[in-house]
Nanobody, 126 residues
Framework: QVQLVESGGGLVQAGGSLRLSCTAS????????MGWFRRAPGKEREFVAA????????YYGDSVKGRFTISRDNAKNTLYLQMNSLKPEDTAVYYC???????????????????WGQGTQVTVSS
């Protein structure tokens, strides 16, 4: 069992930056593919980014490609999402998630992820 806790959300103006963190409990964090998802009001949960167990592979959703960067520090059991050039349409609750069945295969599908955090709110004002 892995518990995930996100932090770093907040209110930022369009064009600004935020860095989200996701801290994991347990000793198996480094074995998992990790991902970030988001849910905007009235919308389905959307894939944002994923990263392999050692950070060697990453994948991004089209809406954030070139602006967001996913990374991880396995020694600290922590996942990050650096968000630059933020837009009002990035406003959402952001969730981190762990795929316990994969170390290298990156997936965008919600159902492939087994553990989820409680989410952190990101609000981008225009």
């Amino acid at each position: 069992q892995v518990q995930l806790v996100e932090s770093g959300g907040g209110l930022v103006q369009a064009g600004g930056s935020l860095r989200l963190s996701c801290t994991a409990s347990g000793r198996t964090f480094s074995r998992y593919v990790m991902g970030w998802f988001r849910r905007a009001p009235g919308k389905e949960r959307e894939f944002v980014a994923a990263i392999s167990w050692n950070g060697g592979s990453t994948y991004y959703g089209d809406s954030v490609k070139g602006r967001f960067t996913i990374s991880r520090d396995n020694a600290k059991n922590t996942l990050y999402l650096q968000m630059n050039s933020l837009k009002p349409e990035d406003t959402a609750v952001y969730y981190c998630a762990a795929d316990r069945n994969n170390m290298v295969r990156l997936t965008t599908a919600n159902r492939e992820y087994d553990y989820w955090g409680q989410g952190t709110q990101v609000t981008v004002s225009s």
